[in-house]
């Protein structure tokens, strides 16, 4: 296959906004993501659990950077998406008061949703306390507000949806938008995923999967994508939203994109409801139809941005999907070693770091990678970035009931 990608199927990532455990804004977790140092710490919100611990949003006073009104309006995955919205705007070189907003769309992946309204309005229920419960519950939780929430923020009034694939639905929402871009519906799609983990529930309910690494002696060592003694993720939160643009329009606008979205790809396990299949067969499938998508063949990819959660389960089979797409599997890197697992939110930040990769040749490092498992056969960038010359990379994400997602990005 030709090494070049399909013509006319490639869509421009013109902006890129991030709100992650690592920074508030695309320059600050990218520069906290090559450094490797992690983020995860003891949490306040989770005192008392089994898993106390978390990957916390740093730098993020709600009220201050949103307004009190709007700040209590909106629960946290939805704080989050406006704060990513706004920044890939504005790095887009994008101005809502004069774009077409009914050819600007919003697609944005939610895995768990509110779960903090929902914890503190359902204690009031059940205190006997209903004349007590906000008004604003509803709109305050239910998934569809985040992008609705984006539209409204912005003025984006093209097709506005929500993606809910477990943690692969921030990678479902590029795809989506991807072809919503080449179907001709839309010029812009303000593109990706949000959540916020960081709930009492939430914790429990994956700890009593097995899925939460119970490292509370050492939370900064606790997220070990890759390592021999790896013992499940951590919670995260964060959010990150690409501007996907046809090229003609991003080319009339006068802007260089930073990378294309050229391929993607999305399969389904029928395995298991939360264990991924022991071969990796639905991610492989996955990767592969976004190779082929993008007109590309394995040998074009340089590097791959992991799913990466550090469980047993999670990181063999991601290990064996690789090494049947891949005869020689390219350099791997886990960001979750770093800023901890934002559920539909880390399949965009992912794609976004993937981006970042491309633009400045630098492969950020998996943190806390001291005994590699060496039964997994990958060489994944450890320590320190490494610095390659790319000209195509592979960002993947899995989610419960066997859901997977693939994006092929190429440099600019």
């Not at 006073?61 to 919205?85: C, E, H, N, T």
């Not at 509803?138 to 003025?155: F, H, K, Q, T, Y």
Request: proline share 6%.
């Amino acid at each position: 296959m030709s090494t070049h990608a399909k013509p006319g199927r490639a869509v421009a990532v013109t902006g890129l906004g991030l709100v992650t455990p690592a920074g508030f804004g695309t320059a600050a977790s990218w520069a906290r993501l090559l450094d490797g140092t992690p983020t995860a710490r003891t949490d306040p919100r989770l005192t008392g659990l089994t898993v106390d611990f978390s990957c916390q949003a740093e730098d993020f006073d709600a009220p201050a950077r949103l307004g009190g009104r709007l700040a209590r309006r909106l629960d946290r995955f939805s704080q989050l998406a406006v704060l990513a919205a706004r920044e890939a705007v504005a790095d887009a070189r994008l101005d809502p008061a004069e774009w077409d907003g009914c050819r600007v769309g919003v697609v944005l992946g939610v895995s768990a949703n509110s779960t903090h309204t929902y914890e503190t309005e359902y204690a009031r229920l059940a205190d006997g306390r209903a004349d007590r419960v906000s008004p604003l519950m509803l709109p305050r939780s239910i998934p569809n507000m985040a992008a609705g929430e984006v539209g409204l923020d912005l003025g984006a009034r093209g097709p506005n949806l929500t993606t809910s694939t477990a943690c692969a639905s921030g990678t479902t929402a590029l795809a989506l938008a991807c072809d919503l871009l080449r179907a001709g519906s839309c010029d812009l799609v303000l593109a990706g995923g949000t959540d916020s983990g960081r709930a009492p529930m939430i914790s429990t309910a994956f700890d009593r999967l097995g899925a939460l690494s119970r490292r509370r002696h050492d939370p900064a060592g606790a997220s070990r994508p890759f390592d021999a003694d790896r013992d499940g993720f951590v919670l995260g939160e964060g959010a990150g939203v690409l501007v996907l643009e046809r090229v003609a329009h991003a080319r009339a606008r006068g802007v260089r994109p930073r990378a294309y979205l050229v391929g993607h790809g999305s399969t389904a396990d029928a395995h298991h409801f939360t264990a991924p299949h022991p071969e990796g067969d639905g991610l492989a499938r996955a990767v592969e139809a976004a190779l082929a998508d993008a007109g590309l063949a394995p040998h074009d990819i340089g590097h791959v941005n992991a799913h990466g959660t550090g469980t047993r389960l999670n990181d063999t089979a991601e290990a064996a999907a690789l090494h049947r797409v891949f005869h020689r599997p390219p350099p791997v890197t886990a960001v979750k070693s770093v800023i901890g697992h934002a559920m539909g939110g880390a399949g965009a930040i992912e794609a976004a770091v993937t981006v970042l990769t491309l633009q400045h040749g630098l492969i950020p490092p998996t943190a806390n990678l001291d005994r590699p498992d060496g039964a997994l056969g990958l060489d994944v960038v450890a320590k320190v970035p490494r610095r390659l010359a790319l000209h195509a990379a592979l960002s993947v994400s899995s989610g419960f009931g066997g859901q997977n997602a693939a994006v092929v990005l190429t440099a600019a």
